[in-house]
């Protein structure tokens, strides 16, 4: 990339492929699921909190220090913190976090893949709520059909990679992003008729603090990285092809305000349904998949259209963050390693697909069918797992530290202030104050609190 290292082609246009690394399948897939599984309510606002308190400074640091160096992760921190400086290790940790985290999301959107197929043959038409629910479980423990959809998504992400990320992806988010955002309020106003409705409304928003599990507080941050695609350099590398009149504050507000609210409206869609047809929340993570098409299934032919048209856009939004996730590791080696493009691409696409192989067959019981006994979390759930709830706060706690402490204050500044709208100096003091402090404070504190060094129940 160092060689042709493109740009987006205006604020928009970077708000935008932001927002697609953003919204996905964290916001429509896991959301839901981890909210349902911590109780609703208190974990709803832990994560708000987390993402207004470190999800945002932080995302404004990456997009600092990616726009300031003109360069993916590894390569940033040697250009801003010198060749042999070891702040190169966050960078590192970065690339291998979105190699795990891409592994298995591609099976995710694998099960997306087979969705928007299934809505073509009509398959809920008619069906029971019981009926379409078990046959998510017929799925996930299908190695074939695991395998298959895996590799087709592997295929698409490189596909659009390969072809560099202007072209694609910017082009597609601009017409996607808003008819998704769209469909999503057409469904969650759809969901207000049903019966269970208000219990939802109740679940989601109201903090019943006896709900709160203690390591619920780490998954919430933890959620908030991953749903905003934090602590791995996604952003920074986003940043880095950003041009120097847009103001970076303000973007990284849009962006984080629209994936807080994809995320908001895919619950008021899911949980409705939940409670009126009697599930359980705490289906886990075949949630999504064991709801949605038993709206479809109730409005007949029509159904079928919509269902296509929403898991359409779901495996496009599982699409634009995969891309992110696959650009930081592809241009690792482009930049660092000077491999051209399609080398690169072909080769970490094709590593990820082989690493994601044990958790597309998670389900089956075929390999290593004893890791839940020995970790109590299957192969898939163990990866989102490390990654989400400690690789990336561990990165993010280290990218605050390094543009909080670390980095020239004089660069900081003129990134944060360019393009005007945030340059009154209590906004960039502000900003400082949470990225020295809060950020790293709370990180911390919810790590060892996790690891059991300090107990908060105490406190309480
Ligand atoms: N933010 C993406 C989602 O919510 C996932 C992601 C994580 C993408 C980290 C890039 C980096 O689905």
């Not at 604020?11 to 897939?29: D, E, T």
């Not at 075929?366 to 979390?377: A, D, I, S």
């Amino acid at each position: 990339m160092s060689v042709d290292r493109g740009s987006w082609s205006s604020k928009f246009g970077f708000i935008l492929a932001a927002a697609g690394s953003a919204v996905g399948l964290g916001n429509i897939w896991k959301f839901p699921y981890i909210t349902g599984e911590n109780g609703g309510g208190v974990f709803v606002l832990i994560y708000l909190v987390s993402v207004a308190i470190v999800g945002i400074p932080i995302m404004i640091s990456e997009v600092v220090i990616g726009r300031a160096s003109q360069k993916s992760p590894v390569g940033a921190f040697s250009f801003l913190a010198g060749e042999n400086s070891s702040w190169k290790f966050v960078g590192m940790l970065g690339v291998a976090s979105g190699f795990i985290i891409l592994s298995y999301y591609s099976v995710v959107a694998g099960w997306a893949l087979n969705y928007t197929f299934m809505s073509l043959t009509n398959f809920f038409d008619g069906k029971t709520a019981e009926q379409i629910s078990g046959t998510f479980n017929t799925l996930y423990s299908s190695a074939g059909i695991n395998l298959f959809w895996h590799s087709v998504f592997m295929i698409l992400t490189a596909a659009v990679v390969v072809a560099g990320v202007k072209k694609g992806i910017e082009r597609w988010n601009r017409i996607l992003m808003p008819i998704l955002i769209l469909m999503f309020i057409i469904f969650a106003v759809f969901s207000i008729f049903l019966s269970g409705w208000k219990e939802a409304v109740e679940f989601v928003f109201y903090p019943h603090i006896d709900k709160l599990k203690p390591s619920g507080v780490l998954e919430a941050l933890g959620h908030a990285f991953f749903t905003l695609s934090l602590g791995m350099g996604a952003m920074l590398t986003y940043g880095s092809y950003l041009d120097k009149k847009t103001n970076i504050p303000q973007a990284a507000i849009y962006v984080s305000l629209l994936d807080t609210a994809v995320a908001l409206l895919a619950c008021m869609v899911m949980f409705p349904v939940i409670f009126t047809y009697g599930f359980n929340p705490q289906a886990g993570p075949g949630l999504v998949f064991q709801t949605f098409p038993v709206i479809f299934g109730e409005i007949g032919r029509a159904g079928m259209l919509l269902s296509f048209i929403l898991f359409t856009l779901l495996v496009f939004a599982a699409l634009s963050s995969a891309v992110s996730l696959l650009e930081v590791v592809t241009s690792y080696f482009i930049d660092e390693k000077g491999w051209d493009r399609k080398k690169a691409t072909l080769i970490t696409a094709g590593a990820v697909f082989l690493f994601g192989i044990p958790s597309a067959l998670s389900g089956t019981g075929l390999l290593f069918p004893e890791w839940q006994t020995m970790y109590g979390k299957n192969f898939f759930d163990t990866f989102d797992y490390l990654a989400s709830n400690w690789m990336l706060p561990l990165g993010g706690l280290f990218i605050s530290i390094y543009v909080g402490w670390a980095m020239d204050p004089a660069l900081r500044k003129a990134e944060f202030e360019t393009g005007g709208n945030f340059s009154k100096s209590w906004y960039y003091k502000t900003w400082l104050f949470f990225l020295k402090f809060i950020a790293p404070l709370a990180v911390i504190a919810v790590i060892l609190q996790r690891v059991g060094i300090i107990d908060f129940d105490i406190l309480f």
